[in-house]
């Protein structure tokens, strides 16, 4: 069965310094890896994805990710955080499947706060 | 502008009412997807459509029908509305089958009392 495990409920980051959300995942064969973002009352945002290749993967708003598939690990890094980088950030894993089908498991979200 | 629209924003119900959330899809987009959102548990799939005329069971289906007569279009429905789908439910689509992202609406928040 395939699961993501986010640790930590809740990262506070001064704003200027580097962050890190932390994303662990269990699943069959290789995986397909999401990240989200969310702000307060809208839907979900696409931020990054890993496929396949290079095992850092950039994306939206100058985040990046790290495939590390020896730890099973799939952490969203920026190097300089913003106070509207403040949200509930989401990791998902897609396994694949004869279907096709690669529906998306989530995390349980980490909260991001960024402190002016 | 292209995206996915839900209906209502919000609603109040009272137990054992028949409710049915509404999404559409102007990104004719092959599959299709509903989720719901509580605290502490992520994102949880409800279920799931790969093509107009196709759906397909989540992780928790219990309590929920869906259809998908068209491309655009996938509603969901509570037979007989409980407490415990009291959340937020958002709905979602992607290009096709294989590893696409996701798109999601803005979400309905539904309090079953």
């Known amino acids: 069965a395939q699961s993501v495990a986010q640790p930590e409920d809740q990262v506070n980051v001064a704003e200027g310094n580097p962050l890190t959300v932390k994303c662990t995942y269990s699943?069959?064969?290789?995986?397909?890896l999401f990240w989200y973002v969310q702000y307060p009352n809208r839907g979900l945002q696409f931020l990054l994805k890993y496929i396949t290749g290079d095992n850092l993967v950039k994306g939206s708003y100058g985040f990046e990710a790290e495939f590390n598939k020896s730890q099973t690990s799939f952490h969203l890094k920026k190097p300089s955080a913003l106070v509207s980088d403040s949200a509930l950030y989401f990791c998902a894993v897609s396994p694949w499947d004869q279907t096709g089908a690669n529906n998306l498991f989530f995390g349980t979200g980490t909260r991001l706060t960024v402190i002016p | 502008i292209a995206g996915i629209t839900q209906a209502p924003t919000s609603q109040i119900l009272a137990a054992g009412r028949r409710m049915t959330l509404r999404c559409t899809q102007d990104m004719r987009h092959n599959a299709m997807y509903w989720y719901r959102q509580d605290l502490g548990l992520g994102l949880r799939l409800i279920h799931y459509?790969?093509?107009?005329?196709?759906?397909g069971k989540g992780e928790v289906p219990d309590g929920y029908s869906v259809s998908r007569a068209n491309t655009d279009d996938f509603p969901l429905t509570l037979a007989s509305a409980v407490p415990s789908q009291t959340s937020v439910y958002f709905c979602?689509?992607?290009?096709?089958?294989?590893?696409?992202?996701?798109?999601f609406g803005p979400g309905t928040r539904l309090t079953v009392t």
């Open positions: 979602a689509s992607k290009r096709g089958q294989g590893p696409y992202e996701q798109y």
């Open positions: 699943v069959s064969g290789n995986p397909y």
């Open positions: 459509s790969n093509t107009a005329g196709t759906t």
